[in-house]
């Protein structure tokens, strides 16, 4: 009986093992199916993730998934700064220049209004002015342009000099000094009546016959009419006998194709003559017109004219501007033209053609009647700062009692721009 109830025990025993082994097994069977249905859910999700950023990548390429590569910071230029904090631009350049001359004046550089008369009893010297060879470095030139920090307001400042000035032409002159505060300009620089923008290249760096260079105080208002259309008007300084300054005004009008501008300009002054009894008054004018134009794209065109009356200062290789009388003063009337086309052959090589000159009226009693002149360069930049140029200049002076001199002239310069 004991051994039946053994075998029982045995047998009920092994049952429930069976039956618990059973269980167990179909726990973990249920559990790693359901493993496996996550994990393809998981596939699944990943799969569309995937395919989602793919579409993005092609919808917007400014998306990457590639990590971007470390930035390096790049250098700045560097910026003087004055004490208060102003913005400095240093600017100029050094220049050598050197001049052949068969005959004219006395010194480098253009003096047409007194180079040597022909057979003229009152300068038996001539022939100091014939095949003489003479060179300076008095025509460098260094400059500051200053921006001030102002907020809403727009404040630069300019400071301008080179080696031209005093009696023998090799001081330090100021060329520039004024400063501009939005529209307004106050200081010394190029007369508002002048365009020395629409001025032939030359070489010569004492300027264009028929042109100017005036450089003058005054107090200058500028503003635009429309996109297009500048206009200027200033009160200057002119000559020292006037009591009252000149008014000047210019109007400048850009071409719509871009390919240059016109000017007009006007000025009107008193003009003073001071003699020991009595100082003798008239009405001094002037009006002019300048052209700078571009037909082609190596081509550039400059013309100006202008008509005077009672000016000494704004053109250059003029005379006296009034003649006083017993109870009276004749101003000294003329025309001043000039023309040039400059040619860029190649990227390095550019040439001028170009001529000048002064006529004057009738009711001039003394001096010169006309001076004319004409010249070509050629001016090659080797690599960007430096220049080279050879320049031969020929030109006539005639007075009123029918004399004449001829100034003939071959000129060469090196220049670095810095």
């Known amino acids: 009986m004991d051994l039946i109830r053994h075998k029982l025990a045995v047998a009920l025993l092994g049952a429930m093992c069976s039956s618990a082994i059973y269980a167990a097994d179909s726990t973990e069977q249920q559990q790693i199916q359901e ?53 400095v631009n240093l600017y100029g350049f050094i220049r050598a220049d050197a001049a052949y001359q068969f005959e004219g004046g006395t010194g480098i550089f253009n ?190 065109l400059t013309a100006n004219y202008a008509h005077a009356v009672g000016d000494d200062k704004y053109f250059l290789y003029n005379l006296d501007n009034s003649i006083p009388e017993a109870n009276d003063i004749d101003l000294v009337e003329f025309d001043a033209v000039s023309a040039g086309a400059t040619y860029q052959f190649t990227p390095k090589i550019r040439s001028t053609l170009g001529y000048g000159a002064l006529f004057y009226d009738e009711n001039v009693v003394k001096g010169n009647d006309n001076l004319q002149q004409g010249w070509l360069n050629v001016m090659y930049n080797p690599f960007k700062p430096v220049t080279f140029g050879v320049e031969y200049i020929y030109g006539e002076r005639e007075t009123l009692d029918n004399k004449s001199g001829t100034d003939s002239r071959l000129e060469f310069m090196a220049k670095y721009d810095f």
């Open 35 to 87: 493993l496996r249905q996550e994990l393809d859910a998981l596939k699944a999700w990943v799969a569309q993730q995937k395919a989602a950023l793919e579409n993005q990548t092609v919808a917007t390429p400014a998306v990457t998934l590639v990590p971007a590569a470390p930035q390096i910071e790049q250098s700045k230029p560097t910026t003087l700064k004055s004490k208060a904090g102003a913005e």
């Open 111 to 300: 003096r047409i209004n007194k180079i040597a008369l022909d057979n003229d009893p009152e300068n038996p010297n001539k022939r100091a002015t014939e095949k003489r060879f003479d060179s300076t470095a008095t025509a460098t030139r260094i400059g500051l342009d200053f921006k001030a920090p102002v907020q809403d307001h727009d404040v630069n400042g300019k400071i301008e000099i080179d080696f031209r000035g005093g009696a023998s032409n090799d001081t330090v002159r100021i060329r520039h000094a004024y400063v501009s505060v939005d529209n307004w300009l106050l200081g010394q620089t190029t007369s508002t009546f002048l365009s020395t923008e629409t001025l032939p290249e030359l070489l010569d760096f004492n300027g264009v016959l028929g042109g100017g260079v005036f450089r003058t105080p005054m107090v200058r208002y500028s503003d635009s009419l429309n996109a297009n259309t500048q206009y200027m008007l200033g009160l200057e300084k002119s000559s020292s006998d006037n009591e009252y300054p000149t008014l000047a005004a210019k109007l400048t009008h850009q071409f719509e194709d871009g390919k240059g501008f016109v000017n007009i300009r006007g000025m009107a002054q008193e003009v003073r003559a001071r003699t020991d009894e009595k100082d003798y008054t008239d009405f001094g004018w002037g009006v002019g017109v300048g052209l700078k134009y571009k037909p082609i794209a190596k081509l550039n």
